[in-house]
């Protein structure tokens, strides 16, 4: 069944909407909690100052992206890289320099 989401707040809980399209949508200030977004695709996606805790991105390809003060902690980094680059490599090139 088809269902068409207005404008407005809602609050999509214990819900399945997989194959769902969000085309020119707003969503400043939105919460997502326990969220499964496995094989999602995002296109010109805008999260600037967004915040994000607790993500599983293990095989994610970012492309094209505006990483301007951008600060990762905690996190696991084996086998990522930047332009080709390992970033344990980087890391251990930096810390060998700057102790």
């Known amino acids: 069944m088809e ?11 214990e819900a399945v909407i997989d194959g769902s399209k969000f ?3 707003g969503m400043s200030d939105v919460e997502f909690d326990n969220i499964c977004m496995i094989n ?4 010109n996606i805008n ?3 967004a915040t ?8 994610t390809k970012i492309s094209d992206c ?3 003060n951008v600060e990762i ?3 696991e980094v084996d ?8 970033v344990t490599e980087m890391m251990a090139a930096y810390k060998e320099k700057h102790g």
């Open 3 to 13: 269902r068409d989401i207005f404008c407005g707040k809602h609050l999509c809980q």
């Open 23 to 25: 085309i020119n949508v």
């Open 40 to 43: 999602a695709t995002f296109n």
């Open 47 to 49: 999260m600037q100052n």
């Open 52 to 59: 994000i805790h607790y993500v599983n991105m293990q095989g």
């Open 66 to 68: 505006h990483l301007v």
């Open 73 to 75: 902690t905690g996190g």
């Open 79 to 86: 086998g990522m890289t930047i332009d080709g680059i390992l």
